[in-house]
């Protein structure tokens, strides 16, 4: 989560310099926290073996936060092509490196026995 927040962070100068919209870099950070902080709240419930609401409330909830990202970038981009797609990329962006990192700190842990 941390690195793709820095890259949220340190992409307002860059839009900024760029020229890019900065609309499209707000609406990519709120997005980012909104997912986030939604993500933080699904993985605080408990998942023992005798509570399958809290799992199919944990479960359903993750993949929700596609739509809540999704549905307020494609009006978006109805509305301003330019700002839409400036925050799509840099979304999509700070996902990817957040995924890479995740990937790469799970696998290069070491095996527990």
């Known amino acids: 989560?941390?690195?793709?927040?820095?890259?949220?962070?340190?992409?307002?100068?860059?839009?900024?310099?760029?020229?890019?919209?900065?609309k499209g870099w707000a609406l990519a950070a709120v997005l980012w926290v909104a997912a986030q902080a939604l993500g933080y709240l699904l993985t605080r419930l408990p998942l023992d073996e005798g509570n399958l609401a809290a799992s199919g409330v944990r479960g359903i909830g993750m993949?929700?936060?596609?739509?809540?990202?999704?549905?307020?970038?494609?009006?978006?981009?109805?509305?301003?092509?330019?700002?839409?797609?400036?925050?799509?990329?840099?979304?999509?962006?700070?996902?990817?490196?957040?995924?890479a990192v995740s990937l790469v700190t799970f696998f290069g842990a070491e095996a527990k026995t």
């Open 1 to 22: 989560m941390l690195a793709g927040s820095a890259l949220i962070a340190l992409a307002l100068p860059v839009f900024a310099i760029a020229g890019w919209p900065l």
């Open 63 to 99: 993949g929700f936060r596609a739509f809540i990202v999704g549905i307020p970038l494609v009006a978006v981009t109805v509305a301003d092509a330019r700002v839409g797609a400036a925050a799509a990329i840099l979304y999509v962006l700070a996902y990817t490196l957040d995924l």
